[in-house]
């Protein structure tokens, strides 16, 4: 598939979504060889893959380093990696409310430095990637994170850094929200009589079904017409979803608590 591999793949922590990512590149056809991991466990996490628990004396010319840590990791790791770092080094990091200026100054000697915020759905090539830079990275810098980001999902560069906790409040925690919704459906199921598990099992396929129409057809507005026959049941109950934009409401207040998390994790707290 992809062709974009760069030379070496060094991942800092392999957790829940770095972890996604390798899983995709790997099916891909990333050479395993070509990838080592820094976690402190020093779990294996697949086949052929190189795991170790301390830095390197050096990284293998052009490698790609992606932080994959926790956000507030970024000290202790800064600390033992820029010194490795080098001007062929491009540096990703999929940290929340990391600001490319706080990554910059602390990996000064990386060629490129770009934020990608991916969502969980990447490992199975259904995800979606935000990717920012700024002016300072080269067309190869960019050219390079966006490959290898392809296999990925689908990939949206940002032009305003402004805008990327607000993409991570969307996309990034969005298959949280989203899990959510199938739960509340399924436990609403159940609330008006339904056996518990025919309700889980009806409210995933039917978010399933749903969401493979949406993706393939017209706008889900149209599609909503399309279920909701004039004086019937459906009706009734958008009705409610619709009054007073309930819905919406309730999402755009979920949106800004993310968003305000991102930019509280930006300023440190
Ligand atoms: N979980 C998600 O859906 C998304 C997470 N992110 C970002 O991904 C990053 C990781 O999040 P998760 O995978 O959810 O967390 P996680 O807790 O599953 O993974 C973090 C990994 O970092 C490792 N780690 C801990 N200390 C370390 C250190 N000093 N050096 C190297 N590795 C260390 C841990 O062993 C763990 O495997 C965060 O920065 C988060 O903002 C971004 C987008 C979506
Ligand atoms: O919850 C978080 O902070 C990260 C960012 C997007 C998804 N998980």
């Not at 030379?7 to 957790?15: A, K, M, Q, R, S």
């Not at 739960?183 to 039917?206: C, F, S």
Request: hydrophobic fraction near 45%; charged fraction near 20%; include cysteine.
């Amino acid at each position: 598939m992809a062709t974009g591999w760069p030379p070496h793949l060094f991942l800092v922590g392999c957790g829940n979504m770095a972890g996604q990512m390798l899983h995709r590149w790997l099916a891909c056809g990333l050479d395993p060889d070509r990838v080592t991991i820094l976690r402190p466990s020093g779990r294996p996490v697949a086949d052929g893959v190189r795991v170790v628990t301390a830095y390197p004396d050096a990284l293998p010319q052009g490698t790609t380093v992606m932080l994959g840590m926790k956000p507030h990791q970024i000290a202790d790791v800064a600390e033992q990696l820029a010194p490795l770092c080098t001007t062929d080094t491009v540096m990703l990091s999929i940290l929340a409310g990391t600001t490319l200026a706080d990554l910059r100054a602390r990996f000064p000697s990386a060629r490129d430095v770009v934020r990608a915020m991916p969502n969980l759905p990447v490992g199975i090539g259904q995800g979606v990637v935000a990717l920012y830079t700024d002016e300072q990275a080269s067309s190869a810098g960019r050219t390079e994170a966006g490959a290898l980001m392809a296999p990925l999902g689908l990939c949206e560069w940002i032009a305003d850094e402004a805008l990327f906790n607000r993409v991570t409040a969307l996309s990034g925690c969005g298959p949280a929200f989203l899990f959510r919704f199938i739960d509340a459906l399924a436990r609403a199921g159940e609330a008006i009589g339904i056996p518990p598990e025919q309700a889980a099992r009806m409210a995933m396929a039917t978010v399933q079904g749903a969401a493979t129409m949406a993706a393939a057809q017209e706008n889900p507005a149209t599609l909503a017409d399309q279920v909701a026959s004039p004086g019937g049941m459906t009706r009734e109950g958008l009705n409610v979803l619709d009054a007073d934009d309930r819905l919406l409401t309730l999402l755009t207040d979920t949106l800004e608590a993310a968003r305000d998390r991102g930019e509280a994790m930006a300023r440190g707290h």
